[in-house]
């Protein structure tokens, strides 16, 4: 069974940081695209940070503050960040997809990723 745990989500003061982990079990995704997306109440599911082969992707309410690595060796990737706002209260996702053989963009949307996490919460307080 392919899996992805999220974990390291809680609660930290406005300007303090975090650091979110995925562990992927099931299968290898060294070759795959791996995603955090994030979501509030109400809201769409939003794109925030992803890796594919080294190359990265992050939204621009992020960039600067937020940076995504990953671990092949663990099956694993991590979200870290910095400087956080209390707009960035949020459930955190992990996510995982087959990559575009025929492109190097790195999948943003939503309907790009067909495994995800359950997610982890994130909350920061001003």
């Known amino acids: 069974q392919v899996r992805l745990v999220e974990s390291g989500g809680g609660l930290v003061q406005a300007g303090g940081s975090l650091r979110l982990s995925c562990a992927g079990s099931?299968?290898?995704?060294?070759?795959?695209?791996m995603g955090w997306f994030r979501q509030t109440p109400g809201k769409a599911r939003e794109f925030v940070a992803a890796?594919?082969?080294?190359?990265?992707a992050t939204a621009a309410t992020v960039k600067g503050r937020f940076s995504i690595t990953g671990d092949n060796a663990k099956n694993s990737v991590y979200l870290q960040m910095n400087s956080l706002k209390p707009e960035d209260t949020a459930v955190y996702y992990c996510?995982?997809?087959?990559?575009?053989?025929?492109?190097?963009?790195?999948?943003?949307?939503?309907?790009?990723?067909?495994?995800w996490g359950q997610g982890t919460q994130v909350t920061v307080s001003s």
């Open positions: 890796i594919r082969s080294g190359d990265t």
């Open positions: 099931g299968r290898t995704f060294s070759s795959s695209t």
């Open positions: 996510a995982a997809t087959s990559p575009n053989p025929w492109t190097r963009v790195v999948a943003t949307s939503v309907n790009s990723y067909d495994t």
